[in-house]
C-alpha cells in the first residue's frame, strides 16, 4: 500500500500485488479513506507480524492525530480513531515488539509519545494509551519540527532526531536500562548557519544510526552514531535541494539517499563501503514532492521509489539492489491520482 494526501484533504491509498510492483498496475484505482480535512501527510506502517497495516494523519482545525487500522487477512478497514493531543507536526512511528505501535509529534515545544497496544483478547483493532507523555527531555530547546524515529532493537531502543530552534540536530536515545540519554547537539562546524525542513533517520544496524539533513544552504549533510565510537562530525554531502532526503538501506548495508534538487529532478548517492562519491547523480526525473523510498520484501532485493509530478499524479519505479552506484535507466511508471505535496507545518 501506498498512502498519500489528495487536493480535497482526505487521506488517498493505492496498492499492488503481493508479488511486486514493477511496473504499477495502472488499472487499480486510488481508494478514499474519508473522514478529513487532514492538515498533514499520511503516516503508515506494518505491524503485528505484518498482519495489520495502520495510517495516521493530523485532522484539521483541531491538530488532534487520528488513526485507522487495516486488516490483510480480510481485508477490513476499520473507523478513524482519534489519538487526541494538538500536535505541531506529523506524527512518525514506531513498532515495539511486534504488538506496540508508537507514535511520536511535536506538541507543546517538546516530543509527545502515545502508542496502540493489542488488547488481551487479541482482537485486531488496539487500545489507545491514556494520554500523551513527554518524551526526552530537551531543556529549554523548544522543538517544531517532526521527530525522526529509528527502532533499532525493536523492544528496547529508540533514538529521536529532531532540530531545535536554533536549528541544530538534538539526538536522544531511550532502552529500557537506561531510559532516555542526555541530549546530544550536533552544533556542525564554525559558520554552519544549522537546518531546514525535518530530519531524517535510519537504523543502519543494531548499532548505528545515520542522520541525513538539508542545511540552510540547500546541501544535505550526513552524520552516525555507533555504540563504540559514539556521535561522527558532520560531513557536507553538497547539492542543492528544495525537499527533505528519504533514505533506505540494504541487507548489506549500503546506504542509498534520494532528495529533490533545486533543478526539479530527483538526486541520487549512496554509501557503499566508506566513502560517497563526490557527485549526486541526476536521475532525470521530475518531482514536485519529496521523494519516498521502501524496502521491498522481494527476491532479489529491491527498492521502491516514489514522488508526485507536476499535475498531482504519483510516479513510482523499482531499483533492484546491486553493486553498481548508479540508479539510471529506472523504469518509471505513472499510478495516477489527484494528490499535493503541501506539508503540514505548525
Not at 5 to 15: F, H, L, S
Not at 192 to 200: H, L, R, T
Not at 244 to 263: F, N, Q
Not at 305 to 334: C, H, P, R, Y
Amino acid at each position: 500500500m501506498v498512502f498519500a494526501r489528495g487536493v480535497d484533504n482526505n487521506i488517498w491509498y493505492n496498492t499492488a500485488p503481493a508479488a511486486g510492483i514493477a511496473p504499477w498496475p495502472a488499472a487499480r484505482e486510488w481508494q478514499a479513506l474519508e473522514g478529513g480535512p487532514f492538515m498533514s501527510q499520511p503516516v503508515a506502517t506494518t505491524w503485528n507480524g505484518s498482519t495489520r497495516v495502520s495510517v495516521t494523519a493530523v485532522s484539521d482545525p483541531d491538530h488532534s492525530a487520528q488513526m485507522r487500522h487495516f486488516t490483510i487477512a480480510n481485508s477490513v478497514w476499520g473507523p478513524w480513531q482519534s489519538i487526541g493531543g494538538r500536535l505541531e507536526s506529523a506524527a512518525s512511528l514506531c513498532v515495539v515488539n511486534g504488538t506496540r505501535l508508537d507514535v511520536w509529534a511535536a506538541a507543546g515545544g517538546t516530543i509527545a509519545h502515545n502508542f496502540y497496544l493489542e488488547d488481551e483478547d487479541g482482537f485486531w483493532m488496539p487500545t489507545v494509551s491514556s494520554s500523551w507523555q513527554e518524551s526526552a527531555d530537551f531543556g529549554e530547546q523548544k522543538i517544531a519540527t517532526r521527530p525522526a524515529m529509528a527502532c533499532r532493537w525493536n523492544e528496547f531502543g529508540h533514538d529521536v532526531v529532531v532540530y531545535g530552534a536554533d536549528k541544530t540536530v538534538q539526538h536522544s536515545t531511550y532502552s529500557d536500562k537506561t531510559s532516555w540519554t542526555p541530549v546530544f547537539s550536533y552544533a556542525g562546524a564554525a559558520g554552519f548557519a544549522g537546518f531546514q525542513g525535518d530530519p531524517v533517520v535510519l537504523a543502519s544496524s543494531n548499532d548505528r544510526i545515520d542522520f541525513f539533513g538539508v542545511g540552510v544552504d540547500a546541501a544535505i549533510y550526513h552524520g552516525s552514531w555507533t555504540a563504540s565510537a559514539g556521535h561522527s562530525a558532520l560531513e557536507r554531502l553538497g547539492g542543492s535541494f528544495q525537499s527533505v532526503p528519504a533514505a533506505v538501506v540494504t541487507r548489506s548495508g549500503r546506504i542509498d539517499v534520494v532528495a529533490l534538487g533545486t533543478s526539479d529532478t530527483l538526486q541520487h548517492k549512496a554509501l557503499v563501503g566508506a566513502k560517497w562519491p563526490e557527485e549526486w547523480e541526476d536521475l532525470g526525473v521530475f518531482g514536485n514532492s519529496a521523494p519516498l523510498l521502501q524496502n521491498l520484501t522481494t527476491t532479489p532485493e529491491s527498492v521502491a521509489i516514489f514522488v508526485l509530478g507536476k499535475d498531482g499524479e504519483m510516479n513510482q519505479t523499482v531499483w533492484t539492489v546491486s553493486s553498481d552506484l548508479s540508479w539510471k535507466n529506472l523504469d518509471w511508471a505513472g499510478m495516477g491520482g489527484n494528490l499535493t505535496s503541501a506539508y503540514f507545518r505548525n
